[in-house]
T-cell receptor, first 116, second 115 residues
Framework: GAVVSQHPSWVICKSGTSVKIECRSL??????MFWYRQFPKQSLMLMAT?????????EQGVEKDKFLINHASLTLSTLTVTSAHPEDSSFYIC????????????FGDGTRLSIL | GDSVTQMEGPVTLSEEAFLTINCTYT??????LFWYVQYPGEGLQLLLK?????DKGSNKGFEATYRKETTSFHLEKGSVQVSDSAVYFC??????????????FGKGTLLTVNP
């Protein structure tokens, strides 16, 4: 099946640091990529949708200056958490879609971010 | 807007028991329906999908049938295993209104299977 690689899987850093998370579609071209945040024992919360070569579309309540999203190619999107604080600690998951009707999103394995 | 409602967990079963996780949806038009599974500490994996009414998705012994008349997509498995312990998410994708392949998720159902 389709493979989406997300890196790193776990990161611990000090408050005030910026952290970059990469999401790569390994065997298909992802015209659209999504970034989610998941709190413990909860469903996924969509943060933003990005189309290759365009600015990301952020969901209401998500700070675009805090969570920078870049989708520079059809196989790579990055999420940068700028000046991270403990409240940004969470599980972040990306997904990729090939832009074909009725096809599913394919998810990465997630990144556990812990801000001290 | 679109919405997905799935049965609240947690669900605890013994090995080889029958599993049903109910899922109903509200959407305009003809959405595609999905079941995803999330194992602890991991992302989501597609379990099965159905794209039109009366389609049956199946994978690894799990099945779900797209019922437009009842707007449902219930997940079933005849005999669960310990390795099926995970969180299961029902989701829909609706292209109407320019949704750009966004998924609308249910809240997830935690399944624990005991030996």
């Amino acid at each position: 099946g389709a493979v989406v690689s997300q890196h790193p899987s776990w990161v611990i850093c000090k408050s005030g640091t910026s952290v970059k998370i990469e999401c790569r579609s390994l065997d298909f071209q992802a015209t659209t990529m999504f970034w989610y945040r998941q709190f413990p024992k909860q469903s996924l919360m969509l943060m933003a949708t990005s189309n290759e070569g365009s600015k990301a579309t952020y969901e209401q309540g998500v700070e675009k200056d805090k969570f920078l999203i870049n989708h520079a190619s059809l196989t790579l999107s990055t999420l940068t958490v700028t000046s991270a604080h403990p409240e940004d600690s969470s599980f972040y998951i990306c997904s990729a879609h090939p832009g074909v009707v009725n096809q599913p999103q394919h998810f990465g394995d997630g990144t556990r971010l812990s801000i001290l | 807007g679109d919405s997905v409602t799935q049965m609240e967990g947690p669900v605890t079963l013994s090995e080889e028991a029958f599993l049903t996780i109910n899922c109903t949806y509200t959407a305009t038009g003809y959405p595609s329906l999905f079941w995803y599974v999330q194992y602890p500490g991991e992302g989501l994996q597609l379990l099965l999908k159905a794209t039109k009414a009366d389609d049956k998705g199946s994978n690894k012994g799990f099945e779900a049938t797209y019922r437009k008349e009842t707007t449902s997509f219930h997940l079933e498995k005849g005999s669960v295993q310990v390795s099926d312990s995970a969180v299961y998410f029902c989701a829909l994708s609706n292209l109407q209104g320019g949704s750009n392949y966004k998924l609308t998720f249910g809240k997830g159902t935690l399944l624990t299977v005991n030996p």
